[in-house]
């Protein structure tokens, strides 16, 4: 699923084998994105000038800019099963994890106004999609993993 946070943000279901990035949206959260879309918005604003840059800024921010330039937010189901890529030395040691480890996709709570979109270790670890860091690459392996879920008991929920 997609967070509260990704309700401006124009959004589509994940497929499996696609290729992500931790991407923060023009509302400042932190999501899902296509690799290739935020790479093609990088390459198009590497050419603009300052002023082409300013006027989209301000346009962002009354949202009149089209949302076909704008990054669509990938949303994941619960259980669909993940590898994440270049996970910092910091989460590592934290989660006692490798660089890349396959997850799973849950979701922590369903309390409004609150982030919930979460990923599951196989050691039982939750870790908020928010503390993941922008540009982490993760790819989609699966959409559905829900018979392995019930098994895997959870320890320990990083969400600060």
Known sequence: MCDYSMASVSTRLAQAGEELVVHRFTAGTLGLASRDDVTRLREESLGVGFWAKFKRFCEACVDAYPRT??????????????????????????????????????QISAEAYAFRDAVLFDNGTQVLLQRLKEGQRVRVLSLSRSEEMETIPTQHVFNR
């Open 69 to 106: 330039r704008q990054v669509a937010a990938v949303c994941i189901p619960p259980g669909a099963s993940l590898l994440v890529r270049d996970l910092s030395p910091h989460l590592q040691r934290e989660c006692d994890c490798g660089e890349s480890e396959e997850v799973i996709f849950t």
